[in-house]
């Protein structure tokens, strides 16, 4: 679950063993959230990279079921992944900096295709 109005959140790590280096990248998600205003998404990269894929936005609209960037245009651009090395941890982080509403982090998938 992800904690209410908490801005540590809930994360999530993938560990990929490919190596080279990020053509594009992909992200399917699916959140419950009864407020998905309240919530920040972030894809981090194992070296630190990051881009923020949801922010809150939406307002009363409950969960978040969806594919960066094929279905929805994220917040800041996956192209921060391009060049950078495939292999290693890769983390969703799911952040609700409002209270009252909470939610759960159900599942997500990561695509990487390789340059």
């Known amino acids: ?21 990020v053509a594009s990248a992909r992200v399917r998600v699916n959140i419950t959230h009864t407020y998905q205003g309240d919530l920040v998404v972030t894809l981090i990269g194992p070296d630190g990279t990051s881009a923020i894929l949801h922010n809150l936005t939406g307002g009363a609209v409950d969960n978040i079921v969806t594919e960066y960037p094929d279905l929805t245009a994220p917040a800041q651009s996956l192209a921060a992944f391009t060049g950078k090395a495939i292999q290693g941890n890769w983390s969703l982080r799911v952040q609700d900096l ?9 599942s997500w998938t990561l695509s990487l295709t390789a340059q």
Do not use: K, M
């Not at 992800?2 to 280096?21: H, K, L, M, Y």
């Not at 409002?98 to 159900?106: E, H, K, M, Y």
């Open 98 to 106: 409002a209270g009252q509403d909470v939610g759960t982090l159900v």
């Open 1 to 21: 679950s992800i904690p209410d109005n908490n801005a540590t959140g809930v994360t999530s790590t993938q560990n990929f063993a490919q190596t080279g280096s």
